[in-house]
Nanobody, 122 residues
Framework: QVQLVESGGGLVQAGGSLRLSCAAS????????MGWFRQAPGKEREFVAC????????YYADSVKGRFTISRDNAKNTVYLQMNSLKPEDTAVYYC???????????????WGQGTQVTVSS
């Protein structure tokens, strides 16, 4: 059983930056694909980014490509999401997830964190 704990959310002005972290425990971190998803009020959860086991492969949603960067440190059992040039439409609860397939579909991920709120003011 893998436990995931996100941190780093907060309130930021448009154009600003935040870095989210997700610390994993209870499993072999390097054997999991890691993903970030988000859910805004009244909207469905959506894919943001994912990263392969070694970090050599990454995928991004078109809406964040060029602004967000996903990375991982397997020695620290942590995955990060660096978010730059934030926009009000990035406001959401951000969740990290662990799975076995490098996919953008949330249902393929087995473990989820509790989420961290990101609010971008205009």
């Amino acid at each position: 059983q893998v436990q995931l704990v996100e941190s780093g959310g907060g309130l930021v002005q448009a154009g600003g930056s935040l870095r989210l972290s997700c610390a994993a425990s209870g499993g072999t971190f390097s054997s999991y694909v890691m993903g970030w998803f988000r859910q805004a009020p009244g909207k469905e959860r959506e894919f943001v980014a994912c990263i392969s086991w070694s970090g050599g492969g990454t995928y991004y949603a078109d809406s964040v490509k060029g602004r967000f960067t996903i990375s991982r440190d397997n020695a620290k059992n942590t995955v990060y999401l660096q978010m730059n040039s934030l926009k009000p439409e990035d406001t959401a609860v951000y969740y990290c997830a662990a799975g076995k397939k490098l996919v953008q579909t949330g249902s393929w991920y087995d473990y989820w964190g509790q989420g961290t709120q990101v609010t971008v003011s205009s």
